[in-house]
């Protein structure tokens, strides 16, 4: 089975703009979570998405969303860019949303914000 | 309060050495699994080894295992017969929760392995 794919891979955007990023699950998985990786703050938990319906959003503000279509392709958007946005995103798929279902990481979306 | 902690920043080890790298954890929950993932410098998150709470024998997989003490609340990797390949970031992450209860990790703050030839 192919891996989790993200595109694009690097991308650069100024200040205000906007950006949607998109996750693609292994065949067969039905749960997409996305993370934030930086240098200060390490992973953290962006939101969930599980059969098109958000269940878990972490602690960041309104400007991040997401959602999920029918085919379990996942897509984030961050609205009006700061610079601390600039970050690895990292998209992670898993069959279910199981507490023993291990999560698949793709290679993840590298953000400069200028 | 910490929920991951990992207290090696950095590490060093010989080629074809074992090491050990730690990961403790804080939970009131009863079910709770228990993850390692290495990320290279690429940036991918590879997944190494999963520990369940309720597990009795101890998680392996090739060369890595996972030393699981439950009432120490600890859950360390060990890499037996370290390779060149094996020079990466290596994070500690935890699942809470029973059923569908959601998909979030919880990670550590990562420990960068350096193997030597």
């Known amino acids: 089975k192919a891996g989790v794919t993200q595109t694009p891979r690097y991308l650069i955007k100024t200040r205000g703009q906007q950006v949607t990023l998109s996750c693609s699950p292994i065949?067969?998985?039905?749960?997409v979570s996305w993370y934030q990786q930086t240098p200060g703050q390490g992973l953290q938990f962006l939101f969930e998405y599980f059969s098109e319906t958000q269940r878990n959003k972490g602690n960041f503000p309104g400007r991040f969303s997401g959602r999920q279509f029918s085919n379990s392709r996942s897509e984030m958007n961050v609205s009006t860019l700061e610079l601390g946005d600039s970050a690895l995103y990292l998209c992670a798929s898993s069959q279910s949303a199981g507490a023993m279902e291990t999560q698949y990481f793709g290679p993840g979306t590298r953000l400069l914000v200028l | 309060a910490q929920k991951i902690t990992q207290t090696q920043p950095g590490m060093f080890v010989q080629e074809k050495e074992a090491v050990t790298l730690d990961c403790t954890y804080d939970?009131?929950?009863?079910?709770?699994?228990l993850f390692w993932y290495k990320q290279p410098s690429s940036g991918e998150m590879i997944f190494l080894i999963y520990?369940?709470?309720?597990?009795?024998q101890n998680a392996t997989e090739g060369r890595y295992s996972l030393n699981f003490q439950k009432a120490r609340k600890s859950a360390n990797l060990v890499i037996s017969a370290s390779q060149l390949g094996d020079s990466a970031m290596y994070f500690c992450?935890?699942?809470?929760?029973?059923?569908?209860?959601?998909?979030?990790?919880?990670f550590g703050g990562g420990t960068r392995l350096m193997v030597k030839p």
């Open positions: 992450a935890m699942r809470e929760g029973q059923g569908n209860a959601g998909n979030m990790l919880t």
């Open positions: 520990q369940g709470s309720y597990d009795e």
């Open positions: 939970t009131s929950d009863q079910s709770y699994g």
């Open positions: 065949s067969g998985h039905r749960s």
